[in-house]
């Protein structure tokens, strides 16, 4: 692999008398400005039979095109040998040395995953990529913004699809560490508690990452409430089509983490005990059903046992909700309301594949989410009332 043919990524800098001073070194997203130093890539390659193939592949979209050819490469030999080369003016050797480290990290992670899904997270410049061997292929997907990152890392997967961040990727963010903890066909919840909410990523059994915050809301409570929401889940997989041996299923319970930040920015986990369990009065108990409408679908309620329907209220679904759940509370106090059982049973068929866990958090985060906001609504309402 030969870098920086004929290029200096440096050339105008190095043409005005100029030399940049950072602590960031990476030249994927080196000084302050985060540039990348590869602006081309060209390969040669010799295969067992002895024949030569060669490409060139220019700028970021190239160096991701060359990573993805060389996923399948990696994850079928673990005899690959491959030797990176840079001429160019400035920093050619840690050019070299560094995309060196990405490709020997992307074939330790795909070898050692044999069999399995496997992703990659890599920055260059401001932007992040994840990059996924599956099914003797090599893909990738762009994310501009951590939070956009969460979605991509979320999107269901067939099977267990382990992630690996690269070293200088995500520095100062927990999803290393989380990464580091994630556990095959089992379900991991992460919580940190911040300023203003209580951050709360969870890996469901074949990877997928869901990630919301909780304002207002207390941590024993809340992980409870989830314990108890991750348990209904896994009755309901186990119910339906749980002895489907081409669906993988989370089969234990799962493990609770808090994100510890050290004073330097760096991330910890620390294992916390299983939350106690459900305990008739310890919150209050909102279960839905959804059913199959166009475009989304449409829930009826239950929130102890009085129903609300979607479809019968309209508009007026979310507010009567929430003024019943506010009805139902013994603290005037606002904070979140969790659901604790979803059946999406009726959504089932037109997914195409057997839904994972991820399928019903993203659910119950929008129902959720509709219905706080709801229920702000309705306390604000009755404050100015009061007033």
Known sequence: MFVNVAADPMRLAREQGLQRVSSRIDSLGYSALRENLVL?????????????????????????????????????????????????????????????????????????????????????????????????????????SLAALYEVLGEPQPQWSPLAIDRHALERTPLPVIAARMTPWRCSVFSEARAEAIAVTIVDEHGSLLRADYAGAREGTLLGAIAQFLESVRYRQNGSGGADPAVTRATEPPRFFRLVRAAGGDYSTRELPAPPGYRPGSFLEVQAIAEAHEGEPLFTVYCDGVAFSQRELGADFHARLGAHILGRRREASAYPVYLTDLDLSALAPAAGAPLQTVHYLRHRQRLEASINAALAGSDAIRDGLAI
């Open 40 to 144: 081309n890539v060209e390969t040669v390659a010799r295969n067992s039979w002895g024949e030569l193939v060669s490409a060139r592949h220019a700028g970021v979209e190239g160096l991701l095109r060359c990573l993805r050819d060389f996923l399948p490469l990696a994850h079928g030999n673990a005899g690959l040998r491959v030797a990176v080369r840079c001429f160019c003016p400035s920093r050619a050797e840690p050019i070299a040395t560094r995309v060196g480290e990405v490709l020997g990290d992307l074939a330790h992670h795909v070898q050692r995953e044999r069999g399995a899904s496997a992703r990659y997270v890599l920055e260059i410049r401001n932007q992040l990529h994840v990059l996924q061997h599956r099914r003797g292929a090599g893909s990738s997907a762009s994310a501009d």
